[in-house]
């Protein structure tokens, strides 16, 4: 079950959400203002999942509400929806600057937030799996200089971030881009779906029947991703290869406030901003390689 925060100053916004996200994978907590947020996220006995926020609210506003929630370690990887009217470009840029990555615009279909939520606690799920075997991990990081894996499954790809983040200085940090690039490598490479055919996918629901398919055709079924760790004294190297075609990464790099409305777009800006020391593809994209400084 997720821990999920509602922040919203408006009670029929409070009703509306409550209603649509009612059910046994939701554990919903509600507050009526940013000031009464704010009290619930310095409450060390619960840490929430998801944190849906309004922007424009009394007492404490939702900008000003996630740059303190971000400013918490603890919430540094968590996400948060930002639910808004007030949709102007350097407005979603200012909350993407904060560290709101997701973003509604009111109002909203009911099947607009379940999508965006379950997007958001994708990237939660993978913060959250790296104490998964993390003590005999441990044990076995001064023994490993270098190791190569290959990949083939989405869940293999989650498998082997989940593992390879235990390597890393912070492991919670770690699983969130080395799951994006993995992942990545599999839809984006390996399978060649693109950004419009996966937000279309996704807003239609479709996207696990669609991933399913395309890993039992013939031209993707015998395809493989891999990623290779190499273990220095002051960094670690994280190379990644696909075979795809490559993409346009440049676009990606950084958050787009023409994209914060989507359900996907956002996994190489958060890696890159959230995980690695320097992240860099390479000829057509196919491979990409990312550090890790232990300093």
């Known amino acids: 079950m997720h821990s999920i925060l509602v922040v919203d100053d408006e009670p029929m916004n409070l009703k509306i959400i409550h209603a649509i996200l009612e059910g046994p994978e939701y554990r919903l907590d509600l507050a009526e203002d940013g000031g009464v947020g704010w009290a619930r996220l310095q409450d060390e006995t619960v840490t929430y999942d998801l944190v849906i926020l309004d922007r424009m609210m009394p007492v404490m506003d939702g900008v000003t509400l996630l740059k303190q929630l971000k400013a918490l370690p603890r919430y540094r990887n968590v996400p948060v929806v930002m639910q808004t009217a007030a949709a102007a470009p350097e407005q979603v840029a200012e909350g993407l600057a904060a560290g709101a990555y997701y973003y509604l615009t009111k109002p909203y279909e009911p099947d607009a937030l379940l999508t965006i939520v379950k997007a958001a606690l994708e990237i939660r799920g993978l913060s959250k799996s790296h104490a998964r075997d993390e003590r005999e991990s441990r044990l076995m990081q001064p023994l490993l200089t270098s190791a190569a894996f290959r990949f083939r499954l989405i869940e293999e790809a989650e498998m082997l971030a989940a593992q390879l983040a235990q ?31 996966k937000t279309r996918l996704k807003w239609e629901n479709i996207w696990e029947e669609e991933l399913e398919r395309r890993l039992l055709l013939p031209q993707y079924r015998d395809r493989s991703a891999s990623v290779h760790l190499e273990q220095g004294a002051a960094e670690l190297i994280f190379t990644i290869d696909d075979a795809g075609q490559g993409f346009d990464w440049r676009d990606y790099l950084d958050f787009s406030a023409d994209r914060a409305f989507d359900p996907n777009g956002r996994g190489i800006a958060m890696a890159r901003k959230l995980s690695f020391s320097s992240l860099e593809y390479q000829g057509s994209g196919s491979t990409v390689v990312a550090r890790i400084s232990r300093a």
Do not use: D
Request: charged fraction near 15%; aromatic fraction near 6%; charge should be negative.
């Open 167 to 197: 390597y890393c200085p912070n492991p919670e940090s770690a699983i969130i881009g080395l799951g994006e690039l993995l992942v990545n490598a599999v839809e984006h490479g390996n399978l060649e779906i693109s950004y419009a055919e």
